[in-house]
């Protein structure tokens, strides 16, 4: 595999013309080394990276770096997309992080180096800001240790694939350009859960939104219907067919749509929407799958689950 950073800093990842060979299990593995000032964001890059589903390992020794690759490759599944943290502290093994990346690469790994850097007037406000010294300072000032750890991590520098400067990012910013980089779409986007549960049973703790839906006529009180389910059609339908059913569906469903964007913008990646009538068996379970099947139909990745489905 080739791979080259383009001006904006994404990857060309395409195979070599002709190649025709098999991905390995090393080919196969996707690792990010993630290194940078002190600082300039290597947390939050951490964080957007477990987000995105990798394994990160922080404060990595350079000189166990491809031990920790061959173990992403024997464990599999998740830890197949790892992310290695790096930091000055991480010098104390080794300093030749150029030969550490040179190593994966003769073993058929095809590291991302990413690199966080901010200006120096930045860095020190982050530093007085949280009252914290900078690890290399010693018994000097803050930009003395800014700038013995500039001259220690040149080299890293210049072999970054890619290079931010979080001197103008905020937190959500910086995680979103990660997200960009090695989310793909399907990892960025904000996914839907339509609760439904009982009122008798308590509030599920962990809802965003809370709909009541016992304005509505109960099923309970229909002999044929009683024993049924809201997610039998004869159930469905009647309390669907209820007067304000379908627009207290449709306003809900609005009002999800319209907060998605900014829920995705500041970095939620799930919502809870809570359904409840009296007891999690018939009103709310119909009004939670016709919403969730109307979130779906708008393009949200939205699913109905019924907490307390079968409890009575």
Known sequence: MSEARTAEGRFDTSAEPGSGQPASAESDTTLVVVTGLSGGGRSTVARALENVGYYVVDNLPQALMLDMAELAVKAGGAARRTAMVLDVRSRAFST????????????????????????????????????????????????????????????????????????????????????????????????????????????????????????????????????????????SAYVLGQEGADAFVASYADLVNATTTGFEREGKRYLTVAVGCTGGKHRSVAIAEELAGRLRQSGLAANAQHRDLGRE
Request: charge should be negative; aromatic fraction near 8%; proline fraction near 5%.
């Open 96 to 235: 030749d992080l150029a030969g550490a990346i040179r190593e994966l690469k003769e073993r058929g790994f095809s590291p991302r180096v990413v690199f966080v850097d901010a200006d120096d007037e930045v860095l020190i406000r982050r530093f007085e800001s949280v009252r914290r010294s900078h690890p290399l300072q010693g018994e000097g000032r803050l930009a003395d240790g800014i700038a013995v750890e500039r001259g220690l991590l040149e080299e890293a520098r210049d072999q970054a694939d890619v290079i931010i400067d979080t001197s103008h990012l905020n937190v959500n910013q910086l995680r979103r350009r990660i997200e960009e980089l090695f989310g793909g779409e399907d990892a960025r986007r904000l996914r839907v859960t339509v609760l439904s549960f009982g009122f008798k049973y308590g509030l599920p703790p962990d809802a965003d939104f809370v709909l009541d839906a016992r304005f509505l006529p109960n099923p309970y009180w229909v002999p044929e219907l009683r024993e049924h389910t809201g997610r039998e059609e004869a159930v």
